[in-house]
């Protein structure tokens, strides 16, 4: 009886003063706005964005995770606005945060080959917990269904803003993004439960598999797309590294997720988190991707391992093509 006591009265504690991380996606690529806001506008006229994540689904009461953005580019004012819907949700207990928020970017081209973009990304959080699913250790200790607990409010709203950079070529781009700027406060009882700081740097690179030469345009030909990215929120860090073959219809990949080679959390604990397997088709300006995590230990068979979906629609207006140069960053779609 002990035991549960204090297993639950932890669970409880730990719940309501959490220092929460962010959303992951593994298709970090497939949603652009949440990556780095300075990725607003990066098509050639407007795009839809979709990304779902089901993660450990065989366990009861599975995390999941979903984005839906839009953002437009205004090519005569160099800039792009994007707006974006969020949700995140944590076991069974209805702990979850809704996000609805907005993103500008502005674009400035500093020589024929380069260009820098600058964004900003602000956001409305709703933070949600269903206490009356919780077991405290009073109800344990009376053989209650009841707590004596006083009752806490089920939502908690907040207020975030996040800052980012790019540096872009034809072929290239390195980011960097610096998240919950303001710290905001989480907490459920008026503790100090400031979401930390998270900061993510990224990048991709286009290998041509002809070297670039040969004849017909360079969006006919396969290539190899390089991609990572390297984050860190509090004492939590991980790079994710992969390389991606794209052909005009479809294209495949693999990410490793992880950073063995540094630091472990714990002794005797490897730093290895997963294996992630991605394929994908193109259909006009519609594109569609499925990725599965591979947990990297014996958990992959007891959590069932990780889905995720992505979907993209690139509008496309050819008179506003012809009119002026827009912000594309080729390497950005995945």
Same mark, same amino acid.
């Given at each position: 009886?002990?035991?549960?006591?204090?297993?639950?009265?932890?669970?409880?504690?730990?719940?309501?003063?959490?220092?929460?991380?962010?959303?992951?996606?593994?298709?970090?690529?497939?949603?652009?706005?949440?990556?780095?806001?300075?990725?607003?506008?990066?098509?050639?006229?407007?795009?839809?964005?979709?990304?779902?994540?089901?993660?450990?689904?065989?366990?009861?009461?599975?995390?999941?995770?979903?984005?839906?953005?839009?953002?437009?580019?205004?090519?005569?004012?160099?800039?792009?606005?994007?707006?974006?819907?969020?949700?995140?949700?944590?076991?069974?207990?209805?702990?979850?945060?809704?996000?609805?928020?907005?993103?500008?970017?502005?674009?400035?081209?500093?020589?024929?080959?380069?260009?820098?973009?600058?964004?900003?990304?602000?956001?409305?959080?709703?933070?949600?917990?269903?206490?009356?699913?919780?077991?405290?250790?009073?109800?344990?200790?009376?053989?209650?269904?009841?707590?004596?607990?006083?009752?806490?409010?089920?939502?908690?709203?907040?207020?975030?803003?996040?800052?980012?950079?790019? !540096?872009?070529?034809?072929?290239?781009?390195?980011?960097?993004?610096?998240?919950?700027?303001?710290?905001?406060?989480?907490?459920?009882?008026?503790?100090?439960?400031?979401?930390?700081?998270?900061?993510?740097?990224?990048?991709?690179?286009?290998?041509?598999?002809?070297?670039?030469?040969?004849?017909?345009?360079?969006?006919?030909?396969?290539?190899?797309?390089?991609?990572?990215?390297?984050?860190?929120?509090?004492?939590?860090?991980?790079?994710?590294?992969?390389? !991606?073959?794209?052909?005009?219809?479809?294209?495949?990949?693999?990410?490793?997720?992880?950073?063995?080679?540094?630091?472990?959390?714990?002794?005797?604990?490897?730093?290895?988190?997963?294996?992630?397997?991605?394929?994908?088709?193109?259909?006009?300006?519609?594109?569609?991707?499925?990725?599965?995590?591979?947990?990297?230990?014996?958990?992959?068979?007891?959590?069932?391992?990780?889905?995720?979906?992505?979907?993209?629609?690139?509008?496309?207006?050819?008179?506003?093509?012809?009119?002026?140069?827009?912000?594309?960053?080729?390497?950005?779609?995945?």
């Amino acid at each position: 009886m002990k035991k549960k006591i204090i297993t639950y009265s932890l669970v409880i504690f730990n719940v309501l003063i959490l220092n929460a991380q962010d959303i992951h996606f593994t298709q970090f690529m497939a949603s652009p706005l949440f990556l780095n806001p300075s990725f607003t506008g990066a098509n050639i006229d407007s795009r839809l964005s979709m990304v779902y994540r089901n993660q450990w689904w065989a366990i009861p009461g599975t995390y999941n995770s979903f984005m839906a953005s839009y953002d437009y580019y205004f090519s005569e004012l160099k800039s792009g606005l994007g707006a974006f819907v969020a949700s995140d949700n944590a076991g069974s207990m209805n702990y979850g945060n809704r996000f609805l928020g907005l993103t500008y970017a502005y674009d400035y081209k500093f020589n024929k080959d380069w260009s820098i973009s600058m964004g900003l990304k602000f956001y409305y959080g709703y933070k949600t917990l269903n206490f009356d699913k919780l077991i405290f250790g009073d109800e344990l200790l009376r053989g209650a269904s009841t707590s004596l607990q006083p009752v806490l409010p089920k939502h908690q709203s907040y207020f975030d803003f996040s800052y980012g950079a790019l !540096i872009y070529s034809v072929d290239h781009f390195f980011g960097i993004s610096i998240n919950n700027i303001n710290r905001p406060n989480q907490s459920f009882m008026d503790e100090n439960g400031k979401l930390p700081v998270r900061y993510s740097l990224h990048g991709a690179k286009t290998f041509y598999t002809d070297g670039g030469g040969g004849s017909g345009r360079k969006t006919d030909k396969p290539v190899i797309l390089g991609v990572f990215q390297y984050q860190f929120q509090k004492n939590f860090d991980e790079v994710e590294i992969g390389a !991606i073959y794209k052909a005009p219809r479809y294209f495949a990949g693999i990410y490793y997720r992880g950073l063995p080679l540094f630091k472990s959390y714990k002794k005797g604990y490897p730093n290895n988190d997963a294996l992630c397997f991605l394929g994908g088709i193109h259909f006009k300006n519609f594109e569609v991707a499925y990725s599965y995590d591979c947990t990297i230990s014996w958990q992959t068979y007891r959590t069932g391992g990780s889905n995720e979906i992505s979907l993209n629609y690139m509008f496309y207006n050819p008179q506003k093509s012809k009119k002026s140069r827009t912000k594309i960053i080729p390497c950005a779609k995945f």
